[in-house]
């Protein structure tokens, strides 16, 4: 098949396993750098034209749209869905993704576990605020923040009262949310392909940190899923429309909760603590799915 990557830097260790999985299995992978596309959108047939040439009609597109680029991105990835060409994951439930308070809101919605959470922009009671999901110890979330920036635990009530009190200052939006102490700083990365938990790790914050990402030194380790857990990844996947995603869950002591999905998850860590061919398995997806048209969207979302 010809299958394209939408990746701002080739570079990048999952955009290379992507490449290198693909031929190996006999597949041709273009990378092309989203932001490097462009559209003509008058035309009534959709096409992408890159550095100077219309792109070719490709049997499935893999979307790696990092967070800085989402509006961009999106908008490429549905210039596909138009052409009616097979996307991995489609640009409706990419933005979705993106959008913390969303998602938390969708996945509510549908009954799957979530740490309690209030959220806020300009609170008058933000004592209610933070007694309303339990009290102190709580976590403060910036909405826009990502691998672990903009998250702070406070371990008083009057820690997160200031905390709160700066981000209104900064006019960010804000989550606050039950601290799960009982998962010890460490959290599990569950990996998705076409619906099913294809691979989990365990990652463990560096000592004294109690936020898990590998970008600030946490490690990682395989783990066994009990069977709630793997129904709870699997839902919140379903939930969110995303075929190919990594959703975070902690374990709490209510069983476990989901804390994010993430529409283009790393392959680093997961192949090197699993062992496991991800990127294998995300062609093994394309390969039962990609047929023209099979996008539902057509890019009306
Ligand atoms: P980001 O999207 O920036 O990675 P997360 O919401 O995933 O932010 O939080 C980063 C890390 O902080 C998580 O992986 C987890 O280890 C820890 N963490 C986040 N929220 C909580 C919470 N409510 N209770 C305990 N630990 C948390």
Not at 7 to 23: D, F, I, P, V
Request: glycine residues 10%.
């Amino acid at each position: 098949m010809k299958i394209a990557i939408l990746s701002r830097n080739s570079e990048l260790y999952s955009t290379r396993r992507l490449k290198e999985a693909g031929e190996l299995l006999g597949h041709e992978v273009d990378v092309i750098d989203t932001l490097h596309c462009y559209m003509d959108i008058t035309k009534s047939r959709p096409a992408v034209r890159y550095d100077g040439a219309e792109l070719p009609q490709y049997d499935a597109v893999i979307p790696r749209i990092g967070a800085s680029i989402t509006f961009y991105g999106t908008a490429v990835v549905r210039q596909f869905e138009m052409m009616g060409t097979f996307c991995v994951n489609e640009s409706v439930a990419i933005s979705r993704s993106r959008d913390k308070l969303r998602s938390l809101q969708l996945l509510s919605r549908k009954g799957i576990g979530l740490p309690r959470t209030g959220f806020a922009n300009k609170p008058d009671n933000i004592r209610d605020l933070i007694k309303n999901v339990g009290g102190a110890p709580v976590v403060i979330k910036l909405l826009e923040g990502t691998q672990g920036i903009g998250v702070v635990l406070a371990d008083t009530a009057k820690a997160a009262e200031s905390i709160i009190e700066a981000f209104m200052g900064l006019k960010a939006n804000i989550l606050v949310q039950e601290f799960i102490q009982e998962a010890g700083g460490a959290d599990i990365r569950c990996f998705i392909v076409g619906g099913k938990v294809v691979a989990a790790m365990k990652r463990q914050g560096a000592e004294g940190e109690f936020r898990s990402n590998l970008h600030r030194g946490g490690t990682a380790e395989v783990i066994k899923l009990t069977k709630e857990e793997r129904v709870t990844a699997a839902n919140a996947a379903k939930v969110m429309g995303l075929n190919v995603c990594g959703v975070d869950i902690l374990r709490s002591n209510h069983g476990p909760v989901v804390m994010e999905v993430n529409s283009s998850p790393g392959l680093e860590g997961i192949e090197m603590a699993t062992g496991k061919n991800v990127a294998g398995m995300i062609y093994d997806f394309i390969e039962k799915n990609a047929q023209p048209n099979r996008t539902k969207t057509k890019g009306k979302g």
